[in-house]
Protein backbone atom coordinates (compact mmCIF):
# COMPACT_ATOMS: atom_id res chain seq x y z
CA UNK A 1 0.00 0.00 0.00
CA UNK A 2 2.73 2.16 0.46
CA UNK A 3 3.88 1.48 -2.72
CA UNK A 4 0.43 2.67 -4.08
CA UNK A 5 0.72 5.88 -2.19
CA UNK A 6 4.66 6.62 -3.21
CA UNK A 7 3.12 5.93 -6.91
CA UNK A 8 0.15 8.31 -6.37
CA UNK A 9 2.45 11.16 -4.86
CA UNK A 10 5.32 10.76 -7.20
CA UNK A 11 2.39 10.89 -9.74
CA UNK A 12 1.61 14.16 -8.32
CA UNK A 13 4.81 15.23 -9.01
CA UNK A 14 4.98 14.06 -12.72
CA UNK A 15 3.34 17.28 -13.34
CA UNK A 16 5.98 19.56 -12.22
CA UNK A 17 8.85 17.88 -14.54
CA UNK A 18 9.15 20.33 -17.48
CA UNK A 19 8.63 17.13 -20.49
CA UNK A 20 5.54 16.48 -18.61
CA UNK A 21 4.57 19.72 -18.09
CA UNK A 22 5.60 20.96 -21.82
CA UNK A 23 3.73 18.37 -23.46
CA UNK A 24 0.45 19.68 -21.59
CA UNK A 25 0.95 22.97 -22.87
CA UNK A 26 1.62 21.70 -26.71
CA UNK A 27 -1.44 19.63 -26.29
CA UNK A 28 -3.27 22.75 -25.41
CA UNK A 29 -1.55 24.95 -28.16
CA UNK A 30 -2.22 22.49 -30.52
CA UNK A 31 -5.90 22.13 -29.28
CA UNK A 32 -5.89 25.86 -29.91
CA UNK A 33 -4.56 25.29 -33.81
CA UNK A 34 -7.03 23.14 -34.53
CA UNK A 35 -9.87 25.39 -33.15
CA UNK A 36 -8.85 28.01 -35.45
CA UNK A 37 -8.29 26.10 -38.13
CA UNK A 38 -11.45 25.08 -37.84
CA UNK A 39 -12.31 28.59 -37.85
CA UNK A 40 -10.68 29.03 -40.60
CA UNK A 41 -12.11 26.19 -42.81
CA UNK A 42 -15.72 27.22 -41.47
CA UNK A 43 -14.64 31.11 -43.14
CA UNK A 44 -13.43 29.51 -46.20
CA UNK A 45 -16.66 27.67 -46.17
CA UNK A 46 -18.39 31.19 -45.95
CA UNK A 47 -16.16 32.65 -48.54
CA UNK A 48 -16.97 30.15 -51.27
CA UNK A 49 -20.86 30.06 -50.38
CA UNK A 50 -20.66 33.94 -50.86
CA UNK A 51 -18.64 33.47 -54.24
CA UNK A 52 -21.79 30.97 -55.60
CA UNK A 53 -24.05 33.44 -54.04
CA UNK A 54 -21.70 36.64 -56.60
CA UNK A 55 -21.76 34.49 -59.47
CA UNK A 56 -25.62 33.20 -59.68
CA UNK A 57 -25.85 37.14 -59.02
CA UNK A 58 -23.75 37.91 -61.67
CA UNK A 59 -25.41 35.29 -64.01
CA UNK A 60 -28.37 36.81 -63.71
CA UNK A 61 -27.58 40.30 -64.40
CA UNK A 62 -26.05 38.96 -67.41
CA UNK A 63 -29.30 37.65 -68.18
CA UNK A 64 -30.77 40.74 -67.20
CA UNK A 65 -28.81 42.53 -69.63
CA UNK A 66 -29.45 40.20 -72.73
CA UNK A 67 -33.10 40.76 -72.08
CA UNK A 68 -32.84 44.63 -71.54
CA UNK A 69 -30.66 44.76 -74.84
CA UNK A 70 -33.20 42.53 -76.56
CA UNK A 71 -35.72 44.97 -75.28
CA UNK A 72 -33.62 47.76 -76.81
CA UNK A 73 -33.39 46.10 -80.48
CA UNK A 74 -37.28 45.58 -80.14
CA UNK A 75 -37.68 48.88 -79.77
CA UNK A 76 -35.37 50.50 -82.29
CA UNK A 77 -36.47 48.12 -85.18
CA UNK A 78 -40.73 50.11 -84.79
CA UNK A 79 -38.55 53.11 -84.01
CA UNK A 80 -36.75 52.80 -87.34
CA UNK A 81 -39.76 52.00 -89.48
CA UNK A 82 -41.32 54.99 -87.78
CA UNK A 83 -38.49 57.40 -89.18
CA UNK A 84 -38.70 55.64 -92.44
CA UNK A 85 -42.48 55.83 -92.52
CA UNK A 86 -42.10 59.84 -91.50
CA UNK A 87 -39.42 60.17 -94.18
CA UNK A 88 -41.47 58.85 -96.84
CA UNK A 89 -44.92 60.99 -95.66
CA UNK A 90 -42.37 63.83 -95.72
CA UNK A 91 -41.24 63.00 -99.56
CA UNK A 92 -44.96 62.80 -100.86
CA UNK A 93 -46.03 65.90 -99.13
CA UNK A 94 -43.08 67.35 -101.00
CA UNK A 95 -44.54 65.46 -104.24
CA UNK A 96 -47.89 66.79 -103.23
CA UNK A 97 -46.92 70.95 -102.44
CA UNK A 98 -44.67 70.34 -106.05
CA UNK A 99 -47.49 68.93 -107.74
CA UNK A 100 -50.29 71.33 -105.99
CA UNK A 101 -47.79 74.55 -106.97
CA UNK A 102 -47.51 72.53 -110.58
CA UNK A 103 -51.41 72.67 -110.78
CA UNK A 104 -51.76 76.14 -109.05
CA UNK A 105 -49.65 77.63 -111.84
CA UNK A 106 -50.91 75.62 -115.03
CA UNK A 107 -54.46 76.89 -113.76
CA UNK A 108 -53.17 80.26 -113.90
CA UNK A 109 -51.88 79.44 -117.35
CA UNK A 110 -55.05 78.01 -118.48
CA UNK A 111 -57.23 81.14 -117.04
CA UNK A 112 -54.57 83.62 -119.04
CA UNK A 113 -54.83 81.36 -122.25
CA UNK A 114 -58.81 81.24 -121.67
CA UNK A 115 -58.47 85.16 -122.99
CA UNK A 116 -55.75 84.64 -126.13
CA UNK A 117 -57.72 85.17 -128.91
CA UNK A 118 -57.85 83.05 -131.99
CA UNK A 119 -54.72 84.16 -133.88
CA UNK A 120 -53.30 87.06 -132.42
CA UNK A 121 -52.22 86.33 -128.62
CA UNK A 122 -49.33 84.67 -127.11
CA UNK A 123 -50.44 81.22 -125.20
CA UNK A 124 -48.90 80.69 -121.42
CA UNK A 125 -46.73 77.81 -120.85
CA UNK A 126 -47.57 74.85 -118.65
CA UNK A 127 -45.64 72.92 -116.37
CA UNK A 128 -45.48 69.29 -116.82
CA UNK A 129 -45.73 66.00 -114.50
CA UNK A 130 -41.56 66.91 -113.70
CA UNK A 131 -42.53 70.52 -112.16
CA UNK A 132 -40.26 72.14 -115.12
CA UNK A 133 -41.89 73.95 -118.08
CA UNK A 134 -42.71 72.23 -121.09
CA UNK A 135 -40.31 72.52 -123.71
CA UNK A 136 -41.56 73.54 -127.01
CA UNK A 137 -44.98 74.56 -125.76
CA UNK A 138 -46.32 76.14 -128.38
CA UNK A 139 -46.49 79.94 -128.42
CA UNK A 140 -49.99 80.20 -129.97
CA UNK A 141 -52.74 78.88 -132.73
CA UNK A 142 -50.25 78.68 -135.58
CA UNK A 143 -47.89 76.70 -133.66
CA UNK A 144 -50.84 74.60 -132.39
CA UNK A 145 -52.04 73.90 -136.45
CA UNK A 146 -48.18 72.63 -136.91
CA UNK A 147 -47.85 70.31 -134.55
CA UNK A 148 -47.42 66.61 -135.90
CA UNK A 149 -48.42 63.06 -134.15
CA UNK A 150 -45.34 62.98 -132.41
CA UNK A 151 -44.96 66.47 -131.45
CA UNK A 152 -48.83 66.40 -129.86
CA UNK A 153 -48.08 62.89 -128.23
CA UNK A 154 -45.05 64.77 -126.04
CA UNK A 155 -47.21 67.62 -124.95
CA UNK A 156 -49.72 65.05 -123.61
CA UNK A 157 -47.93 62.84 -121.90
CA UNK A 158 -46.02 66.22 -120.33
CA UNK A 159 -49.01 67.03 -119.16
CA UNK A 160 -50.24 63.81 -117.67
CA UNK A 161 -53.00 63.40 -120.69
CA UNK A 162 -53.82 60.13 -122.97
CA UNK A 163 -52.28 59.63 -126.23
CA UNK A 164 -55.37 58.16 -127.81
CA UNK A 165 -57.37 59.47 -130.96
CA UNK A 166 -56.56 61.28 -133.98
CA UNK A 167 -54.21 64.31 -134.80
CA UNK A 168 -57.47 66.35 -134.76
CA UNK A 169 -58.80 64.66 -131.41
CA UNK A 170 -55.08 65.41 -129.79
CA UNK A 171 -54.75 68.57 -130.31
CA UNK A 172 -58.40 69.13 -129.35
CA UNK A 173 -58.11 67.82 -125.79
CA UNK A 174 -54.60 69.79 -125.49
CA UNK A 175 -56.47 73.08 -126.70
CA UNK A 176 -58.90 72.52 -124.41
CA UNK A 177 -56.76 71.23 -121.35
CA UNK A 178 -54.56 74.52 -121.30
CA UNK A 179 -57.69 76.81 -122.00
CA UNK A 180 -57.17 77.75 -125.49
CA UNK A 181 -61.03 77.54 -126.32
CA UNK A 182 -60.47 80.54 -129.26
CA UNK A 183 -58.44 77.95 -131.13
CA UNK A 184 -61.25 75.06 -131.09
CA UNK A 185 -63.32 76.74 -133.83
Do not use: C, W
Amino acid sequence: MESLHTFTTEFGRAANIPAFNEGAQILATLQEIRQEMAGLQQGQADHEQRLVEVQQNVGELQQNVEELQQNVEGLQQPELELQQGQAGILEQLQRLRDDGSRQDKNSVARAINSTVPHRAGVLEPFYGLNGQLIPDFPRGAADIARLNGNAINALLVALGLEVTGTVPVRKARFQKYIGFAAGLN
